[in-house]
């Protein structure tokens, strides 16, 4: 596993089209790699911005050539243009107890059903009522910081509490849309900012791979940790 980090010159023509577009920085990240679908693996990846710069964060099984994307939308003085660094030392660290700070963006959503007609489902091939469900994206943030409280345990970790409330920071809180075949795509966004506690390093491993929550290839998922002070 590999942890990238590129930065983004915002006032470049190429810096903003990957930054307003979700369909398009995930194909950019994408073409980082010749492999593609289970050869190369999940790929995830976050944009953080601050007030002086802008930075994108990947994470993948093969290591990535980022290249097209510093030519494009970077910095080409920088450096090489990006770093990567192997991420099995930190996840093989990883111990019950360990302390981290953390970031994600995520995409908290809620799932209800709703009555479908769905043509020839009975045995004599008459109309049957089925249920279908949908998503919709928490845009509160109340409900965005619930959203995240109820899953820690599931991702291996759980997070301090301030009178009754988890101590995170919800930020950055926005909904994007973009066109993907011809519909429209919208996504609710937020960042989470705080210092969680393993409770179970192998879940928590494993969402640092696989990702947290939905709309992983849109810029969703991807947890980082960093040393507490």
């Known amino acids: 596993m590999h942890l990238s980090r590129i930065q983004i010159n915002p006032a470049r023509r ?5 930054l307003g577009s979700p369909q398009a920085m995930h194909a950019a990240v994408l073409s980082a790699f010749p492999d593609t679908g289970d050869d190369r693996g999940r790929v995830l990846w976050r944009v953080d911005r ?10 993948s099984r093969p290591r990535p050539d980022f290249a097209h994307i510093v030519e494009q939308a970077g ?23 360990q302390n981290w700070g953390f970031r994600v963006t995520a995409n908290p959503t809620r799932s209800t059903r709703r009555a479908g007609r769905q043509t020839g489902a009975g045995p004599s091939g008459t109309s049957a009522e089925a249920e279908k469900s949908k998503r919709y994206g928490h845009v509160t943030a109340e409900q965005q910081l619930d959203w995240f409280a109820q899953r820690t345990a599931g991702w291996g970790f759980t997070v301090a509490d301030r009178d009754g409330v988890p101590d995170v920071v919800v930020h950055d809180r926005r909904t994007e849309r973009f066109q993907r075949g011809g519909q429209t795509v919208t996504i609710a966004k937020a960042t989470y900012d705080g210092v969680l506690t393993v ?16 709309a992983k290839g849109y810029g969703c998922g991807l947890l980082t940790l960093a040393p507490t002070a």
């Open 14 to 18: 190429g810096g903003q089209k990957l």
């Open 50 to 59: 601050d007030q002086h710069k802008t930075w994108l964060y990947v994470t």
């Open 199 to 214: 409770t179970d390093a192998d879940a928590l491993r494993q969402a640092l791979v696989g990702g947290l929550g939905t």
């Open 75 to 97: 910095w080409a003085t920088t450096q090489d243009g990006w770093d990567v660094r192997a991420y099995a030392t930190l996840l093989g660290s990883l111990a019950e107890g």
